[in-house]
């Protein structure tokens, strides 16, 4: 079963820092695509960054230069460090896995191709 699971969620005022965290279990997690996406309530979900298996990475417009993404394949966790935080990054954040992708699609991130989710942390960015 596999199974994904974040934390690092919290408030932070504008300009603070905050880093995610998803712990990964029940899969070869080095082999799969992974992403963080967030979603706002009543707006669709979308993809903040991803991370291919070989380490390539992929970032929303708005969060490029403010966020990275990172894997530990060695502790099976992947990271988003979050600088700079603004108020419009107020969201429920997610981590995604899916396998076998490629890497077109991974950096895609689109949340339809992504089969596995974890609960979400509610990240709120205060002015």
């Known amino acids: 079963q596999v199974q994904l699971v974040e934390s690092g969620g919290g408030s932070v005022q504008a300009g603070g820092s905050l880093r995610l965290s998803c712990a990964v279990s029940?899969?070869?997690?080095?082999?799969?695509?992974m992403g963080w996406f967030r979603q706002v309530l009543g707006k669709e979900r979308e993809a903040v960054a991803t991370?291919?298996?070989?380490?390539?990475?992929s970032y929303a417009d708005s969060v490029k230069g403010r966020f990275t993404i990172s894997r530990d394949n060695a502790k099976n966790t992947l990271y988003l460090q979050m600088n700079s935080l603004k108020p419009e990054d107020t969201a429920m954040y997610y981590c995604?896995?899916?396998?076998?992708?490629?890497?077109?699609?991974?950096?895609?991130?689109?949340?339809?191709?992504?089969?596995?989710w974890g609960q979400g942390t509610q990240v709120t960015v205060s002015s």
């Open positions: 029940g899969y070869s997690y080095s082999s799969y695509c």
């Open positions: 991370i291919d298996s070989d380490g390539s990475t």
């Open positions: 995604a896995a899916e396998e076998g992708l490629g890497h077109t699609y991974c950096s895609l991130g689109r949340p339809a191709d992504f089969g596995y």
